[in-house]
């Protein structure tokens, strides 16, 4: 298997990139709607700014694990963040964000990448991070359509 790999899910939302936006470009937002957010509860979190150079920091359970995140790029169509994960396997990733207005919708494209350490590369990320991906759009999307 490579040493690197890539996912990407996309998803259309019926509000305009805005509304979109502004759930990606601040981490306390990311509560509405990561798939990551409902795996602890109990997870402590930390929040450093908003936009470009914000970051944000957790450490929870096993499942959720420990480490940080930070926006290293957002613009109007493009929110890109930084993740480095301590626990439970130390990873590091990038994720990028697109927004594109369509029929007075949002396109959203997430797509994922990162090296694969000896360890996960054992795991077919398109089947383990896919469905993640699949997840936190229907959330994000529920979350811009109710405003």
């Not at 920091?57 to 929110?79: D, H, L």
């Not at 964000?97 to 949002?106: C, H, K, S, W």
């Not at 590369?121 to 979350?143: C, H, V």
Request: charged fraction near 25%; hydrophobic fraction near 35%.
């Amino acid at each position: 298997m490579p040493d690197t790999y890539t996912v990407t899910r996309q998803v259309r939302v019926a509000a305009p990139p805005a509304a979109v936006h502004a759930l990606l470009a601040d981490f306390r937002r990311w509560r509405a709607w990561s798939p990551f957010e409902d795996l602890d509860p109990d997870m402590s979190r930390e929040y450093d700014g908003t936009g470009a150079g914000s970051g944000y920091r957790w450490a929870g359970s096993f499942k959720a694990g420990s480490g940080s995140m930070r926006m290293t790029e957002v613009e109007p169509t493009r929110v890109v963040v930084e993740q480095v994960n301590t626990k439970p396997v130390r990873s590091s990733s990038t994720s990028t964000f697109t927004l594109a207005e369509a029929d007075g919708g949002t396109v959203v494209t997430w797509s994922g990448s990162g090296r694969q350490g000896r360890l996960m590369r054992l795991l077919p990320m398109e089947k383990f991070l896919g469905p993640t991906f699949d997840k936190g759009l229907a959330s994000l999307r529920a979350a811009a359509e109710q405003g």
